[in-house]
């Protein structure tokens, strides 16, 4: 992303996300805290299971970010066409 978009995506993550994840914030919190339990499990494991959780989470990490991105330049691509429609009518 650019600069700029880099810094709208910082600021909402840090001043609007949850205002607008209130009231999923503990399922959320819930769903986070099981996945973690379920991937401690895996590289109690040893051996294989360690390194497949390992990627796993990176993996996990790497798409989650992504998607995150993308949803922000969506929501901001609606915001800005939303604008413009409003200040032609």
């Known amino acids: ?5 880099d810094a709208l995506y910082v ?8 205002c607008l994840c209130a009231t999923d914030t503990e399922e959320l919190r819930q769903s ?4 973690e339990a379920l ?5 109690a494991l040893g051996g294989e299971s360690a390194r ?4 796993l989470r ?3 990490d790497t798409s989650e970010i ?4 993308a949803a922000f330049l969506a929501g901001l691509s609606v915001g800005l066409e939303l ?3 409003c200040r032609l009518h």
Do not use: I, V, W
């Open 11 to 18: 600021y909402g993550e840090e001043h609007r996300m949850d």
């Open 66 to 69: 992504l998607h995150a991105q």
């Open 39 to 43: 991937m401690e499990q895996l590289k």
């Open 52 to 55: 497949l959780a390992k990627q």
């Open 58 to 60: 990176f993996e996990r």
């Open 32 to 35: 986070e805290a099981r996945g």
């Open 83 to 85: 604008s413009s429609y």
């Open 1 to 5: 992303m650019t600069p700029l978009l």
